[in-house]
RNA sequence: GCCGAAGUGGUGAAAUUGGUAUACACGAAGGACUUAAAAUCCUUUGGAGUUAAUCCUCCGUGCGGGUUCGAGUCCCGCCUUCGGCACCA
């Protein structure tokens, strides 16, 4: 008996693909091209995990299967490899960032490589190679002269640890997303991405494209685009402003149809209308004191005093409700959000919770305009007839909207407007690991692009990668870098020290796989025509809003530039659920719970590993990692591989049982990995081969199942596959086809129910009608039994299903 | 608080989308082989009751209702867990 050696199988058939063409993608090849891409990992120093494994597997199975019927498949890998756990690791032990990537790119190669993955290495890219991030920096040049990015000075995000700005996008609870420091608010000069004005085709498209349901609602939540007006309201101070029409306080509402019940308004407590009218409130040291007091506040803190509003009144100040011309009251509050809208609203209790809330406590009137709710007990947000509401009275609330909008715009009291949540792309890092935004600062020309010809612009080598103390890059410490002369005048200049976030190198890499190497444009706009869009893109939940939202972003741009063919980059995108310790928790170094792909490899072999990912649950889903779940397919390997290599050409030649089964599993694992239902195709196959072991199989069916399983366990089956006496290799064959024919029983078991519940059980065969049937029921012993001297009030025969008998 | 996903044996999970609930795998128990163990193979394995029996009966997919000949699946109302979040006006 021989021994399956796995190690050396895997090790063997490494070297030889690796020597082959096999997974080369051709250009322009005239078979169809498919282009499957997995989410190029940021190669950390903690190597390869099992979730990338997941989503690895997953398409490299699809990939090899692809190839399989004919297709010219593209499946690439490459690195996301600016970022700032490199850069924070360089601060602490001075190490260059790129001689860590460097390392970390070996050992996730070596990794990724030991689990004989399909990728084509030839098209193998790296984000910070200035080869590569040349073109970064050539689409962000663009974008500048399509006004598209712009400075500006404004609130941001800073991490007091890291001492950078982070995108709103990168705080979580208030706390850096990538170091978990303090995060305070900080004015600085920051590069902004307009990605705003693409907010509605971003919406739009997505109906063009086949992304699962859940993230297509998580991209149109992100984008946020709501309906509804603004409206202004004037403020009303003891002593009236020096401006000669006095001050008007805009806010955005979603219901206009509520002005009347509007009993006092809330700023944010970050609203320019306090700095304003400081000398006007009564209680400004009051209001300062709440300021200070909502800095202080995590977002936790607010989350969880979620019932207990704070705010502070305004007093001296009234606002003037347009329509009623009341005077209410404003107050500052920090569940208004400067961020949203325009950092104020008009408060209507009677019809919106949180105002409902907030009034209760302040003792604020409630409002009833809108019938239809109990306003003693709660905020009534449904529909309605209008009340207490002069011209709108009676009218529903669609109708009042519209009404009231006419009456606004009238006047010029307000206009009708759409609102986005989204907001510009914070653009700017002070940091060193990432692309340098090439923009020369001139005291004469004010921005200057570096010219084309001169990128990429090099990052230069330092030694000090921290901050500087004023927050700026460590590059702005590199003087013969940062000076140079102005392209435009020729005057001493400035270069731009703030580089680009991480997102950017990975919102365009799918492009740079279709044409690596080309020195003259990003990628040949033939071969994106040929490769593009890409036909599936598979990666983590967590990546479903920003980098989908961001590549899509400038995907489109380059679509209006004409360097790309078509307007959305991804035809299809899934996504695969984490792999959970062993504890049911989040895999993590402080738990303890990290499973090492390298230790499962070195003692279950690579196929193993990939089949059992496969195997362990719904691909969708979250689930715990479980050693004896790897045992378990360790065995079905080892039974394969005696299998096929005992096969008896005599035994079983032509068993139509088998070849039923066999038929099925081709068509359910065919259909089944398009679909990633991978855990059901590899029961399949199991049962499959739990009777080739019980009952015999012959060469020609088991080289029928080495071929479907093939993209799960490539090395076994290679393996196996050469010692049956094939010259060339498996993935060369035709995928299997089945004959839906031979999938048919002749006869079928089905089950007889007596008021809905099985009784017994008989075979019919495809010949018989439904009235022999009928009788062969009403005849079978138990089922005459169940009836006893009930009468049958109805016989129920679902075709080849089931059989019902109410009585 | 809001949004999303989920809840089925001791465990990971199946169930052709309204038609035999628990496939496949793990674990456990018993047996075979062995001096013994490991490995491997065979049998049993949702619960309760009942029986001479592996006969038979009832219950059973988070909870409570409903629709239907028939519900894990559909509808209404809850509970719990996980993931995401931006109190979004």
Same mark, same amino acid.
């Given at each position: ?82 970022? =700032?756990?490199?850069? %924070?690791? /360089?601060? !602490? #032990? ?6 860590? $990537?460097?390392? *970390? &790119? ?36 663009? =974008?500048?002269?399509? %006004?598209? /990015?712009? !400075? #500006? ?6 991490? $007091?640890?890291? *001492? &950078? ?36 085709? =971003? ?605």
């Amino acid at each position: 008996m021989e021994q399956y050696n796995q190690k050396e199988i895997e090790a063997k058939w490494q070297k030889n693909w690796e020597k082959s063409d096999l997974n080369k993608a051709e250009d322009f090849s005239k078979k169809s091209k498919y282009y499957c891409m997995i989410e190029f990992p940021y190669p950390s120093g903690e190597g390869l995990h099992v979730g990338h494994c997941r989503s690895y597997t997953a398409l490299d199975i699809l990939a090899r299967k692809k190839r399989m019927e004919g297709n010219n498949v593209l499946f690439p890998i490459g690195w996301d490899a600016f970022g =700032l756990p490199a850069e %924070n690791y /360089a601060i !602490k #032990t001075g190490q260059h960032p790129k001689v860590t $990537t460097e390392k *970390n &790119v070996v050992t996730f190669t070596r990794q990724l490589k030991s689990l004989g993955y399909s990728f084509d290495w030839s098209r193998e890219i790296n984000t910070s190679d200035p080869n590569y991030y040349k073109w970064t920096q050539w689409i962000f040049l663009k =974008l500048f002269e399509k %006004n598209l /990015a712009y !400075k #500006t000075k404004m609130d941001i995000n800073w991490c $007091t640890k890291c *001492n &950078v700005g982070l995108a709103n996008e990168e705080v979580v609870n208030d706390k850096c997303e990538r170091c978990g420091g303090d995060v305070v608010r900080r004015e600085r000069e920051q590069w902004m991405l307009k990605i705003t004005a693409y907010a509605d085709r =971003l919406l739009e498209d997505l109906d063009k494209v086949n992304y699962l349901e859940k993230i297509k609602k998580q991209q149109s939540d992100w984008i946020g685009k709501s309906h509804g007006a603004q409206v202004v309201f004037k403020i009303i101070s003891k002593t009236e402003l020096v401006e000669d029409k006095g001050y008007y306080l805009p806010v955005y509402t979603t219901r206009p149809d509520t002005l009347f019940g509007c009993t006092y308004m809330v700023v944010a407590p970050e609203h320019e209308l306090i700095q304003k009218f400081a000398d006007q409130i009564d209680n400004y040291d009051e209001v300062l004191d709440y300021i200070e007091l909502t800095k202080k506040k995590t977002e936790l803190e607010r989350t969880n005093l979620e019932k207990v509003k704070t705010g502070v009144e305004l007093h001296g100040l009234k606002a003037s409700n347009p329509v009623t011309k009341e005077e209410v009251p404003i107050f500052a509050a920090d569940y208004v959000l400067s961020t949203y809208g325009t950092g104020a609203i008009m408060a209507v209790p009677g019809h919106d919770q949180r105002d409902y809330d907030f009034a209760k406590k302040y003792n604020l009137p409630i409002r009833e305009v809108i019938s239809g709710g109990n306003i003693k007990k709660e905020a009534w947000t449904g529909d309605g007839v209008l009340v207490n509401s002069d011209f709108l009275n009676d009218l529903n609330v669609q109708q009042a909207i519209d009404k009231m909008i006419d009456w606004l715009e009238e006047r010029e009291l307000g206009f009708k407007t759409t609102n986005y949540h989204l907001r510009d792309w914070v653009f700017s890092r002070q940091r060193y690991w990432g692309e340098p935004i090439p923009i020369i600062i001139c005291p004469e020309c004010g921005y200057v692009p570096v010219p084309e010809k001169d990128l990429p612009v090099i990052l230069p080598d330092i030694k000090n990668y921290r901050t500087t103390e004023t927050g700026d890059s460590p590059l702005a410490k590199v003087e013969d870098w940062v000076n140079v002369a102005c392209p435009k005048c020729g005057g001493d200049a400035k270069r731009e020290t703030d580089t680009m976030p991480n997102w950017a190198g990975s919102s365009w890499y799918f492009l740079r796989y279709v044409d690596p190497k080309n020195d003259k444009v990003l990628a040949d706009f033939k071969k994106l025509k040929y490769w593009i869009p890409v036909d599936w893109y598979n990666g983590g939940m967590e990546h479903t809003t920003l980098h989908l939202l961001y590549s899509r972003f400038w995907h489109k741009f380059l679509f209006d530039i004409k360097v790309v063919p078509t307007p959305e980059p991804y035809a299809k995108r899934t996504s695969h659920g984490m792999i959970l310790g062993e504890d049911n928790e989040k895999m993590s170094k402080s738990r303890g719970n990290v499973i090492n792909p390298d230790d499962v490899v070195n003692h279950y072999g690579a196929d193993t590993f990939r089949v059992y990912e496969m195997f362990m649950g719904p691909f969708d889903q979250a689930t715990p990692w479980s050693t004896q779940g790897v045992v378990g397919v360790s065995r079905f390997m080892e039974k394969i591989w005696q299998i096929g290599n005992n096969l008896d050409d005599k035994k079983r030649t032509n068993d139509d049982d088998l070849i039923r089964l066999m038929n099925k599993t081709v068509k359910q694992v065919t259909e089944q990995i398009e679909t990633l239902d991978l855990n059901t195709c590899v029961s399949a196959m199991m049962i499959l081969v739990n009777k080739f072991q019980n009952e015999g199989c012959n060469k020609e069916i088991f080289e029928d199942f080495l071929k479907i399983f093939s993209p799960f366990a490539p090395h076994l089956c290679e393996e196996i596959w050469q010692k049956l006496g094939h010259k060339k290799s498996i993935f060369l064959e035709k995928w299997p086809k089945y004959d839906i024919k031979l999938i048919k029983d002749e006869a079928i078991e089905i089950p007889i129910q007596v008021n809905g519940k099985v009784r017994s059980k008989i075979f019919v065969t495809q010949d018989m009608s439904e009235e022999e049937i009928k009788k062969t029921a009403l005849s079978d012993e138990k089922v005459k039994k169940n009836i006893g001297e009930n009468e049958v009030k109805k016989f129920i025969y679902v075709k080849d299903k089931i059989i019902n008998i109410v009585i």
